[in-house]
């Protein structure tokens, strides 16, 4: 069973971070929503945050993930929200289990298929020497020296935890996701359009949804809408948490 936070009742409502994120980035926004009639749930996907650890990186396992988790607490219509990576495995659940949604959201990531660009930021946290790292600082001056945007390291640091008061270690499973990059940005021609209530949201200063792309999502999704929220870049609901709350919330209506 994957790892979870539930904050709340009411109509399930799960939520999927990104690639090398975890359910703690969700918090604030969660939080808002667990106020309004909905049970969240915050969850570690595989590989990542305080979820299993396994030698596999697949669209269809981490669906099944979804299926089990939705099973194991009897989760039925449900709503499903993914950034990125997690919009990925919203898609490719939707797919396979239509049946148990009442709407989805995905946040900047379209039915498509990406290239290969995760190899910076792989290679900084390899450069990551834990037995001289003695404080979070101290990770982050060696980041700094790979990843120098502020932004992304405070977000990959998100996932720096101390295993015993002598020793740091990464939360997601770096080998497997850093010999699997090139799998991160797949995806399978969704043959049957899906019939669920559909929102994507994208950031206006963000290259992962494109104008064209809504060709693309009109065929896969039947009932889509497309919104933006200008000024803000791929991390969007970081960026405009606001903005990104009330587009959401105002679908969910």
């Not at 990542?48 to 981490?62: A, D, P």
């Not at 099944?64 to 939705?70: E, G, M, N, T």
């Not at 990125?84 to 289990?97: D, I, L, P, R, T």
């Not at 290969?116 to 990770?139: T, Y």
């Amino acid at each position: 069973m994957l790892h979870s936070v539930i904050l709340g009742e009411g109509q399930p409502f799960l939520i999927l971070h990104g690639f090398l994120g975890m359910a703690d980035n969700w918090k604030t926004l969660g939080a808002k929503w667990s106020e309004n009639g909905y049970q969240v749930h915050l969850i570690d996907q595989r590989n990542h945050g305080r979820s299993l650890h396994s030698g596999t990186f697949s669209y269809e396992i981490m669906a099944q993930d979804i299926k089990d988790y939705c099973d194991g607490h009897q989760l039925k219509n449900i709503i499903l929200l993914g950034h990125s990576m997690g919009g990925k495995v919203a898609m490719k659940f939707a797919v396979e289990q239509e049946s148990y949604l009442n709407k989805l959201v995905i946040a900047d990531i379209a039915p498509k298929e990406y290239a290969s660009h995760h190899s910076d930021i792989i290679n900084g946290l390899r450069s990551i020497d834990f037995d001289n790292v003695k404080s979070r600082n101290e990770a982050d001056e060696m980041l700094g020296k790979v990843i120098p945007d502020l932004g992304t390291r405070q977000f990959l640091l998100k996932s720096l935890y101390r295993v015993n008061k002598n020793r740091y270690a990464w939360r997601f499973n770096l080998d497997v996701l850093g010999t699997a990059q090139d799998e991160v940005g797949t995806h399978k021609t969704i043959l049957n359009p899906i019939n669920t209530p559909t929102l994507f949201i994208k950031g206006g200063n963000s290259g992962y949804i494109l104008d064209s792309d809504k060709m693309l999502i009109d065929h896969a999704f039947a009932k889509a809408e497309l919104k933006t929220i200008l000024d803000a870049g791929h991390w969007l609901h970081a960026e405009k948490p606001q903005e990104f709350y009330s587009i959401v919330t105002d679908f969910l209506k």
